[in-house]
């Protein structure tokens, strides 16, 4: 995290002191910075699922895999401009601010799996009587693939620098429409009931949950909210296509940044306890979807291609 704080406080200062013409005394005296642009953005984030069991449980911290986030995007970008007086004429100068809005498609994967692993605690059956319950887990995965349509906004701060290096900094909210879902679940567990007062061991009693090599996804819970919204940071630096020889003001911008994601609203909605609360996995549960539901942090970067209007 410090470092992610870092690098957005580089580019902050960045932005502020590097309008630095790369270009020669003629060039500098007629500096252009684009009012209006079209951007065409592709991005790559590395998520982290956050909700309850990922946070506590040493399980799922241990074998939960970095999965990914791509997208792509289309913005449109305007500067806001200022009129001033020169020469006794009305001329447009550039401020610091900008905003824009866009129109895109987003998919997260993201997933976990464990060969093996024991779970036993303390637990209270249907009839209310008190026992040790053992849950032994084998070959247990989960993957979900989220696909979204994206609609972001933003403000940014800088200049779109036609003929010189320029840094910005953007502050947006993006809204999110979920159009396809694959979640894919194995695994199978055993459960037995230790009723230390009568002496004896509970197994394959159905009403119980007691059960030998039985699906751990049976019937899972599969709660994905319709509508995600996300906030957003990023900073980058804006490369302009210009040949600083032939005095040329670029028509073309490369724009390389870094960016972190958040998901404001949860991905997916809050699940019924399952029968062994207390247990490491949630049976017949989304474990990455359930509990209280999950969000996204995500950490990444985009590389756009400006066209100035």
């Known amino acids: 995290m410090k470092k992610i ?18 270009v020669n ?16 953005n592709l991005g790559y984030n590395f998520p982290i699922l956050l909700n309850k069991t990922f946070q506590t449980e040493d399980l799922w911290k241990k074998n939960a895999k970095i999965g990914f986030g791509i997208g792509v995007n289309v913005e449109y970008r305007r500067q806001i401009m200022k009129e001033v007086i020169e020469d006794n004429a009305v001329l447009k100068k550039p401020t610091w601010f900008a905003f824009g809005a866009g129109l895109g498609v987003s998919h997260w ?15 209270k059956d249907k009839d209310g009587d008190h026992c040790i319950v053992y849950l032994d887990y084998k070959n247990v995965k989960e993957k979900i693939r989220l696909t979204y349509l994206d609609i972001p906004v933003f403000a940014e701060f800088g200049k779109l620098n036609r003929v010189a290096i320029s ?31 009568w002496g004896v061991p509970l197994s394959n009693v159905d009403v119980l949950g007691y059960l030998n090599n039985a699906n751990c ?8 909210s319709p509508f995600v919204l996300w906030g957003s940071l990023s900073g980058g630096v804006n490369f302009p296509f210009v040949s600083t020889k032939k005095n040329l003001i670029a028509k073309w911008i490369l724009r390389i940044n870094a960016n972190i994601d958040y998901s404001l609203t949860s991905i997916s909605k809050a699940g019924e306890d399952p029968y062994f609360v207390q247990a ?18 995500s950490a990444g970067f985009s590389v756009s291609l400006i066209y100035c209007l």
């Open 217 to 224: 996804y049976s019937n899972p819970d599969q709660k994905l």
């Open 25 to 40: 005394k003629p060039v500098k005296q007629r500096i252009r910075v684009a009012e209006n642009a079209i951007m065409l």
């Open 109 to 123: 994967s993201k997933s976990f799996e464990f060969d093996h692993a024991n779970d036993s605690f303390d637990f």
């Open 167 to 197: 840094g910005f900094f953007r502050l947006g909210l993006k809204a999110s429409v979920l159009v396809s879902k694959k979640l894919n679940y194995e695994g199978s567990y055993t459960a037995i009931g230790q009723y230390n007062q």
């Open 5 to 22: 704080v870092f690098v957005f406080a580089f580019f902050y200062v960045f932005t502020a002191f590097s309008q630095v013409e790369i």
């Open 280 to 297: 490491r996995l949630r049976i017949n549960q989304s474990n990455m979807l359930g509990g209280n539901g999950s969000r996204i942090f």
